[in-house]
């Protein structure tokens, strides 16, 4: 499996040989240094873990220091976990950059949404609201009954029952999303479409 942290730019759009327009995301993707490889024997899983980015060295805590000495100042460390039986194909130290990913790879893309805060049911789950009918007074984008009418859940509020609340802000994966140019020169990806977070939001790419 392919994996690579990048950081969200801005959103563009590419024309193709077809002239056919394409909404695109500019991910700032510099080169990743491997920081440990683990394996069933020794960590009870196979994994690699990668560092990305640069941070003030003064910023890292001192355990995290001593874990990544020598190989570099990073800002962010994940972890890509393999399956059952499959080995890893780097070492410690080893780097790895945009050039694994080809142009018309179907990737999948994780990050953390934004944030925006406080959202009624409407925006937040897709409610339709009340009606708009005679008898309605600033009612129209209420929630409605949450209570168990009729003895459903035991006359109490359900736990998980969709109300208004903090919108945003999770982790979000964007699946089918393709590759629609690499360029290594810049360490810059072109992906279609959108995916989550705002401008400088971690983004972890798999393929």
Known sequence: MKFFLGTKVHMTQLFDEKGVVHPATVVSAAPMVAIQVKTKETDRYSAVQWGAGERNEKNIPKPVRGHVKGLGNFRYLREM??????VA??????KQDVSIFSKGDTIEVSGISKGKGFAGAVKRHGFHGGPRS???????REVGSIGGSGGRAGGRVAKGIRMAGRLGGD???VKGLEILEVDKENNLLYVSGAVPGRRGTLLEIRG
């Open 89 to 94: 194909s780097v070492s410690t130290g080893d």
């Open 81 to 86: 976990r393999l399956k059952d039986g499959e």
């Open 171 to 173: 982790r979000v994966t």
């Open 134 to 140: 005679h008898g309605q007074k600033h009612s129209e």
